[in-house]
T-cell receptor
Framework: GQQLNQSPQSMFIQEGEDVSMNCTSS?????WLWYKQDPGEGPVLLIA?????ELTSNGRLTAQFGITRKDSFLNISASIPSDVGIYFC????????????FGKGTKLSVKP | GAGVSQTPSNKVTEKGKYVELRCDPI?????LYWYRQSLGQGPEFLIY????????DSGLPNDRFFAVRPEGSVSTLKIQRTERGDSAVYLC?????????????FGPGTRLTVL
C-alpha cells in the first residue's frame, strides 16, 4: 500500500530558529496536508495543498506540494515555544474518498 | 462551537473482552472517519461513513472490528475478543461532505489499553 516517509523523526529547536521537515511518498498523491498534534489531543489541520507546485502559507508556516506529486515540505519560521508538538504529513491518493494516509510524525522539542 | 467528542477518553479492558467506543461528530457533518494511532506512529485509517452507510471499510484489520452509524450522526466502533495488539488511541474525525478537499476535524481520541 501507499506509505509516507517523514523526516526528521525528531528535532530540537531554540526559540527563534527556523524549522524544516519533509515527507516523501512511493506513489503519487492528489492532496498533501500538514497536521499538528498536541499530547492528549487529536491532530489539527495546519495547511492543505491541492495542486502540484502549490506553495501555501499560514502565518509563520509555509508548505509546498512537490511538482512530482510525491513529496511535500513544511517550514516554520522564527519558532516559538508553543510550536512544540508532533507534526504529521498526510496525503490522499487518486480515487480516495477522503481517507488520509499519515506519516510517522516529526516531534519538535525545545532545546534544554 | 462543539467539536468532535469521543467517549470514553480512556478504556482499560482485559484480553478477550468486548468494547465499544463512541464518536459524536460535529453537528451537520455527513462524513465520519475512524483512525487508529499506535504509540509513536501516525493515525491509520479504519473506516469511512457517508451518512449511515460505510463507504469504505478497507482499513478494518479483521472481522473482530465493526462500526455502525445508524442515524447518520453518532458512530460506535466495536471490537470483539480484544487482543493486546489492539491497544492504541482510536481517533474519530468528521467533515461536512466528505471527499478529498473537505477538512477533517479530529476528536481527542479514546485510549484503549488491553491487558
Amino acid at each position: 500500500g501507499q506509505q509516507l516517509n517523514q523526516s526528521p523523526q525528531s528535532m530540537f529547536i531554540q526559540e527563534g530558529e527556523d524549522v524544516s521537515m519533509n515527507c516523501t511518498s512511493s506513489s503519487i498523491f492528489n492532496t498533501w496536508l500538514w497536521y499538528k498534534q498536541d499530547p492528549g489531543e487529536g491532530p489539527v489541520l495546519l495547511i492543505a495543498l491541492y495542486k502540484a507546485g502549490e506553495l501555501t502559507s499560514n502565518g509563520r508556516l509555509t508548505a509546498q506540494f512537490g511538482i512530482t506529486r510525491k513529496d511535500s515540505f513544511l517550514n516554520i519560521s522564527a519558532s516559538i515555544p508553543s510550536d512544540v508538538g508532533i507534526y504529521f504529513c498526510a496525503g490522499q491518493g487518486r480515487g480516495s474518498q477522503g481517507n488520509l494516509i499519515f506519516g510517522k510524525g516529526t516531534k519538535l522539542s525545545v532545546k534544554p | 462551537g462543539a467539536g468532535v467528542s469521543q467517549t470514553p477518553s480512556n478504556k482499560v479492558t482485559e484480553k478477550g473482552k468486548y468494547v465499544e467506543l463512541r464518536c459524536d461528530p460535529i453537528s451537520g457533518h455527513t462524513a465520519l472517519y475512524w483512525y487508529r494511532q499506535s504509540l509513536g506512529q501516525g493515525p491509520e485509517f479504519l473506516i469511512y461513513f457517508q451518512g449511515t452507510g460505510a463507504a469504505d471499510d478497507s482499513g478494518l484489520p479483521n472481522d473482530r472490528f465493526f462500526a455502525v452509524r445508524p442515524e447518520g450522526s453518532v458512530s460506535t466502533l466495536k471490537i470483539q475478543r480484544t487482543e493486546r495488539g489492539d491497544s492504541a488511541v482510536y481517533l474519530c474525525a468528521s467533515s461536512l461532505l466528505g471527499g478529498s478537499t473537505d477538512t477533517q476535524y479530529f476528536g481527542p481520541g479514546t485510549r484503549l489499553t488491553v491487558l
